[in-house]
C-alpha cells in the first residue's frame, strides 16, 4: 500500500502501546535497558561530537513553507529506485552488531521492515550472516560492503549478496578506519572485541581459509584488520563495477566533486551521510550537505540521505532538498533495544503516520510535488 489517507497508521498507533512516541523519548528509554556501554556505542559521536549535534541542530535552520489547498485527501508516498516501486520512501540504515540492542538483531528489524516492504541495508559487521538475514523475511535487503584489505573476502561478501537475493550493494567509504570514539574509548568497550559482528565473516571461507586456528581471538583479529582498510579509492569501485551487476551506491559522501567523481564513473547511487556523526568530527552536517550534491548529480542517479533523521519533518525536509530517498538510523535501533521486532514495527507505524501527516499539512500529495516543496534557511 503506498497510498494513505489520513489516520491510517494512527489507530495502530493508539492500539497497541509498546514504544514511547517521540524519539527523545525513544532515547531515554533505550538508555534505561541498555548497559551503558552499548547505549554509549549506539549513541555517540566521535570526538567532541560536534557533527553529531550539527546533524540535530542543523535540520532546525530549514522551514518548510506549505503551500496549501492542495486536496490531500491521499498522498502517495511511493517513490521508485533502480526499477523497482518501494511504498515509502525509507530505508533502514546499515547498522553493525543489532545484536546489542536485541538478541534476533537484523532478523527481527527485516520483520519489522517486511510489513511495510522497507528496504533493509545489512552491515558487514551484522552478527547474523548473509544467508540468516537473506531468508528472514520478504523485506528487500541490500548488502552494505566495508571493504576488506584481502579483496576476496569482499568479493565474496558480494557474490553470498547476489545469491541470498539482495538487490544493491551500499559501499561505505566513509570509514576507511574508525573515528576517534572518545566515550567508547574512555570505557575501553569495542563490541567487535566482546564478540559482536562475526556472522558474514565465520560464515565465510575465504576469509576462513586466512585464519590459522579458527577461534574467537584470531575471528575477531581477522575482522579487525579487514575492515580497516585506509588504501580505498576510486580503482576499487571500478574494480568492484566489474565484478557484481548489482547496483552500487557510496556511502558516506560530503563533497560534491566526490559526487560529481562517483557519477562520470558510474556509480547507481549515492548516500550523502556521515554515519551519524561517528566518524571524523568536525565534518559539515549532512543535510547541510545535501542540497549542493543534488544539483550536481542533477537527477543523473538516486541520491539518498542519512544522519540526523528522527520524525517526519525531518524526512520531508531532507526529500524536499533533493534526496529521493532517506535511510533511518539510531531511531529504529532504539525501538529494536525497547521492543524488539515489535518495538520497530511500531516505531515504523508512527514515522509513516508522522510522515504522511506532514505530506498533508505540507499541501502535497506524493513525492514529485514533495520535491517542488518551498525550503528556506536561517
Ligand atoms: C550503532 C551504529 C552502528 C553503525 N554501523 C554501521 C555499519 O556497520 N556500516 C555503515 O555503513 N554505517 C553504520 N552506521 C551508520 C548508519 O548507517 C547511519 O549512517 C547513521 O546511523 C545515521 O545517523 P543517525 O542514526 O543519527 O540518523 C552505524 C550507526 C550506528 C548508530
Ligand atoms: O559503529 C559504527 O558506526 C560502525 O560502522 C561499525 C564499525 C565496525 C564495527 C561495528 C560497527
Redesign the pocket.
Known amino acids: 500500500m503506498s497510498t494513505y489517507k489520513s489516520n491510517d497508521y494512527i489507530v495502530q498507533s493508539i492500539e497497541e502501546s509498546l514504544l514511547p512516541v517521540g524519539y527523545e523519548e525513544i532515547e531515554k528509554a533505550a538508555r534505561d535497558i541498555l548497559s551503558p556501554q552499548a547505549f554509549s556505542?549506539i549513541s555517540s559521536g566521535a570526538g567532541a561530537e560536534e557533527t553529531a549535534r550539527k546533524n540535530k541542530d542543523a535540520f532546525q535552520k530549514y522551514s518548510i513553507v506549505p503551500k496549501l489547498l492542495n486536496d490531500v485527501s491521499e498522498v502517495d508516498t511511493s517513490i521508485s529506485l533502480f526499477e523497482r516501486n518501494y511504498p515509502t520512501p525509507f530505508i533502514l540504515a546499515p547498522?553493525?552488531?543489532l545484536k546489542l540492542a536485541d538478541d534476533q538483531g537484523d532478523l527481527a528489524v527485516t520483520r519489522a521492515a517486511s510489513k511495510y516492504n522497507i528496504p533493509f541495508i545489512q552491515?558487514t559487521?551484522s552478527s547474523f550472516s548473509i544467508e540468516e538475514v537473506g531468508q528472514s523475511s520478504g523485506a528487500p535487503k541490500w548488502f552494505q560492503l566495508?571493504w576488506t584489505s584481502l579483496e576476496d573476502i569482499s568479493f565474496s561478501f558480494v557474490k553470498r549478496a547476489e545469491k541470498a537475493g539482495y538487490e544493491a550493494i551500499v559501499v561505505?567509504i566513509d570509514?576507511v578506519t574508525?573515528?576517534f570514539r572518545e566515550k567508547d574509548l574512555s570505557y575501553g568497550y569495542s563490541?567487535?572485541a566482546d564478540g559482536?559482528?562475526q556472522g558474514n565473516f565465520e560464515s565465510d571461507d575465504v576469509f576462513l581459509s586466512t585464519v590459522e586456528e579458527v577461534n574467537n581471538s584470531a575471528i575477531v583479529d581477522g575482522i579487525i584488520k579487514n575492515?580497516n582498510y585506509p588504501a580505498l579509492n576510486w580503482s576499487h569501485i571500478s574494480k568492484l563495477k566489474e565484478k557484481t551487476s548489482l547496483p552500487i551506491l557510496l556511502k558516506g559522501v560530503l563533497h560534491p566533486e566526490d559526487a560529481q567523481r562517483a557519477v562520470n564513473l558510474g556509480v547507481d547511487g549515492l548516500i550523502v551521510s556521515n554515519?551519524?556523526g561517528?566518524?571524523l568530527d568536525g565534518v559539515i552536517s549532512s543535510i547541510d550537505a545535501l542540497s549542493e550534491i543534488a544539483k550536481v548529480v542533477n537527477g543523473k542517479i538516486p541520491v539518498l540521505f542519512d544522519s540526523g533523521i528522527r520524525r517526519g519533518s525531518d524526512a520531508l525536509k531532507a526529500l524536499a532538498l533533493g534526496a529521493d530517498a532517506v535511510l533511518i538510523g539510531r531511531p529504529y535501533v532504539y525501538s529494536l533495544a525497547i521492543n524488539g521486532e515489535k518495538g520497530v514495527s511500531q516505531f515504523l507505524a508512527n514515522f509513516l503516520q508522522d510522515f504522511s501527516s506532514s505530506m498533508m499539512l505540507s499541501g502535497v500529495k506524493n513525492m514529485k510535488q514533495l520535491q517542488q516543496l518551498k525550503i528556506i534557511c536561517d
Open positions: 556505542y547498522v553493525g552488531v552491515s559487521v566495508y561505505t570509514t574508525l573515528g563490541p567487535l559482536y559482528g575492515i554515519h551519524g561517528r566518524q
